[in-house]
């Protein structure tokens, strides 16, 4: 995007999680605010890129089990700006029939997605906010796309540590666990306050106070605790980097823990 192109009802003063993750990630999708923002961080945890690509790898890898364990629908909620693979390249590279509807609450992401996912059947992208789960289960595209007496990986990456705990997040894991049928999947990550570098995770708080939704880093503990009443996979809830890997992942200074649970 350059700084010249604005679309409308975008703010670009304004710091945007999914255009500094695009950043950290190495995107082109973002802002001066979003790329001060994420450097400053940066300044303290340089390898804060191999983490967020540790956090694809793991959204990646799970897609794939659960694509090729016969799961052929996809709920990646937070799903932020396109980045490839997506879960709909790993999802229909192994069934083509499959579905997947991305949601988030940024509307840059549904204006980027929407133009790159235009004519893919089965495949779509609506703006949405997790902390009104009905609303997104009651969505047109959702009730046309999700079966829900059929199984479905419900993704919530790299999202809850931006859901405060006045919003419940144990809550939302819970609405669509009881909404979801027996075999589905729900994965989840989030910044992890155990082992987490001091100063780095100061920053980030900081740095995301004055946003919409301010930066939370939670115990694993706590993280652990969303999954209440699944079947949590091994390893349970882990590192990012050590959730099934599958090539050298280094660990880095800022943690994320991760984790898979399977709807009884
Ligand atoms: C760190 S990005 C993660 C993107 C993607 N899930 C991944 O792992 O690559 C977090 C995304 O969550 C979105 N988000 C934050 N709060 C949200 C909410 N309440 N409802 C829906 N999306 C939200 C942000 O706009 C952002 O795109």
């Given at each position: 995007m350059g700084d010249e192109f604005v679309p409308p009802g975008i703010d670009p003063t304004v710091m945007s999680h999914a255009r500094a993750y695009d950043y950290v990630l190495g995107?082109?999708?973002?802002?001066?605010?979003?790329?001060?923002?994420?450097?400053?961080v940066m300044a303290l945890a340089p390898d804060l890129p191999v983490l967020g690509n540790a956090q694809r790898r793991f959204l990646l890898r799970v897609t794939r089990m659960c694509a090729e364990a016969?799961?052929?629908?996809?709920?990646?909620?937070?799903?932020?700006l396109p980045t490839a693979p997506n879960v709909h390249e790993t999802a229909k590279a192994i069934d083509p029939d499959a579905r997947v509807v991305y949601v988030d609450y940024d509307p840059l992401v549904t204006v980027h997605n929407s133009a790159l996912l235009a004519g893919i059947p089965g495949v779509v992208s609506i703006e949405g906010d997790v902390r009104?789960?009905?609303?997104?289960?009651?969505?047109?595209?959702?009730?046309?796309?999700?079966?829900?007496?059929?199984?479905?990986?419900?993704?919530?990456?790299?999202?809850?540590?931006?859901?405060?705990?006045?919003?419940?997040?144990?809550?939302?894991?819970?609405?669509?666990?009881?909404?979801?049928?027996?075999?589905?999947?729900?994965?989840l990550s989030q910044f992890c306050s155990d082992g987490s570098d001091p100063s780095a995770r100061a920053k980030l708080e900081e740095i995301s106070a004055d946003s919409p939704s301010p930066m939370r880093f939670r115990t694993r503990e706590h993280i652990a605790s969303f999954f209440e009443g699944l079947d949590v996979l091994d390893p349970g809830v882990v590192d990012v980097q050590d959730w099934w890997p599958d090539e050298s992942a280094p660990p880095t200074g800022l943690k994320v823990a991760a984790g898979v649970g399977v709807v009884r």
């Amino acid at each position: 995007m350059g700084d010249e192109f604005v679309p409308p009802g975008i703010d670009p003063t304004v710091m945007s999680h999914a255009r500094a993750y695009d950043y950290v990630l190495g995107g082109k999708d973002n802002y001066a605010v979003d790329r001060e923002a994420a450097g400053a961080v940066m300044a303290l945890a340089p390898d804060l890129p191999v983490l967020g690509n540790a956090q694809r790898r793991f959204l990646l890898r799970v897609t794939r089990m659960c694509a090729e364990a016969g799961i052929d629908q996809f709920l990646d909620i937070g799903a932020g700006l396109p980045t490839a693979p997506n879960v709909h390249e790993t999802a229909k590279a192994i069934d083509p029939d499959a579905r997947v509807v991305y949601v988030d609450y940024d509307p840059l992401v549904t204006v980027h997605n929407s133009a790159l996912l235009a004519g893919i059947p089965g495949v779509v992208s609506i703006e949405g906010d997790v902390r009104d789960p009905d609303s997104i289960m009651a969505a047109p595209e959702v009730v046309k796309l999700i079966d829900w007496d059929r199984p479905v990986l419900l993704l919530f990456v790299g999202l809850f540590h931006l859901v405060g705990d006045g919003d419940d997040p144990a809550g939302i894991v819970a609405r669509f666990r009881d909404r979801a049928a027996p075999g589905s999947h729900i994965m989840l990550s989030q910044f992890c306050s155990d082992g987490s570098d001091p100063s780095a995770r100061a920053k980030l708080e900081e740095i995301s106070a004055d946003s919409p939704s301010p930066m939370r880093f939670r115990t694993r503990e706590h993280i652990a605790s969303f999954f209440e009443g699944l079947d949590v996979l091994d390893p349970g809830v882990v590192d990012v980097q050590d959730w099934w890997p599958d090539e050298s992942a280094p660990p880095t200074g800022l943690k994320v823990a991760a984790g898979v649970g399977v709807v009884r």
